[in-house]
């Protein structure tokens, strides 16, 4: 899946229509079938609306443009990224944090409990969890995409191939997870300074975060709009209104990717059958696989093939 290609002509109302799976209702499909492309809105990728609703017209309309140019950026162009060889990047991180573990509270820590990211920065998707705990069979010396952890099995389980690019906010293992509720600020710093040079780095131009505090951090610490979405796809920002849809901006592109909140897979555990959260993070995974633009006669199209959370 190192693929990461975009389309650059003009959106056709013949291949772009508002796609079935999402469920858009019947009134917007026929009129969509015979649409121009004045009467459809272009997210990203594959994923296109009907025109939005009046409320959200200006700020939509001053978006779009800047959408437009990051749905034709090649990111293979991207140039001074961090990151330019993951497992010398990952052993500096590992020195550098450990040392200040260490400094920090004053005995050595294991440098085996810090996880690795997972697939590859051309992945076109990326996967962002809080902190890896203790619940896993491979406890040192191993990466984020762990099937024998319940939540990441989840997580594989959905918009994944085994290049997609899977890592965490904090690194560290954690018996709580709560590293960014409760290291020192220097400590902090460190992950969040490494987990910045893998986004810099990647050339994804969709990323799914997991966990509500999670999405409030990289509000709190990057520059993001805050995009609602429309439709079928309202859900996505009326769930969690203080992070919906959010758009990391850029100096020469105004934004660099669009990011996508969804629930925890724990709390996925205890959600009935077909009820809302699980139907919601259902809409959440099938606009991320549309956004990601993979064509399904691709390896990477598989992407698209997502277990329902609430089927």
């Excluded at 040392?99 to 996967?127: R, T």
């Excluded at 990441?152 to 997870?177: E, I, K």
């Excluded at 309202?234 to 629930?263: E, G, H, I």
């Amino acid at each position: 899946m190192a693929s990461s290609r975009t389309r650059t002509g003009p959106l056709s109302g013949a291949s772009r229509h508002p796609d079935p799976s999402l469920a858009i209702p019947e009134q917007v499909e026929e009129q969509a079938s015979g649409a121009d492309d004045a009467e459809l809105y272009l997210v990203l990728g594959n994923l296109v609306l009907p025109r939005p609703p009046q409320e959200l017209k200006d700020r939509t309309e001053k978006w779009e443009p800047h959408l437009a140019k990051l749905n034709a950026r090649n990111m293979e162009d991207l140039r001074d990224r961090p990151i330019k060889d993951l497992d010398k990047s990952f052993l500096d991180f590992q020195a550098q944090e450990s040392e200040i573990f260490q400094s920090v509270f004053q005995q050595p820590p294991s440098p085996g409990l810090l996880v690795k990211l997972s697939g590859s920065l051309a992945s076109p998707l990326a996967h962002r969890l809080h902190q890896p705990s203790f619940t896993t069979d491979c406890r040192d010396n191993a990466e984020t995409a762990d099937p024998s952890n319940g939540c990441l099995a989840m997580v594989m389980g959905n918009v994944y191939t085994p290049d997609t690019l899977v890592f965490d906010h904090v690194h560290r293992r954690d018996a709580q997870s709560e590293g960014i509720q409760q290291y020192p600020p220097r400590l902090l710093s460190s992950h969040e300074d490494y987990t910045r040079d893998i986004a810099q780095s990647m050339t994804a131009k969709v990323e799914i975060l997991y966990w509500k505090k999670l999405q409030q951090r990289v509000l709190q610490t990057q520059d993001c709009e805050i995009l609602p979405l429309w439709g079928d796809l309202k859900a996505l920002s009326s769930c969690w209104p203080s992070s919906p849809v959010m758009v990391m901006q850029t100096l020469k592109y105004r934004f660099r990717r669009v990011m996508l909140d969804a629930r925890h897979p724990q709390h996925m555990f205890y959600q009935s059958r077909g009820n809302v959260t699980a139907l919601r993070q259902d809409k959440a995974m099938k606009a991320a696989a549309l956004m990601a633009d993979e064509d399904e006669e691709d390896e990477a199209g598989k992407l698209e093939k997502i277990a329902e959370w609430g089927a």
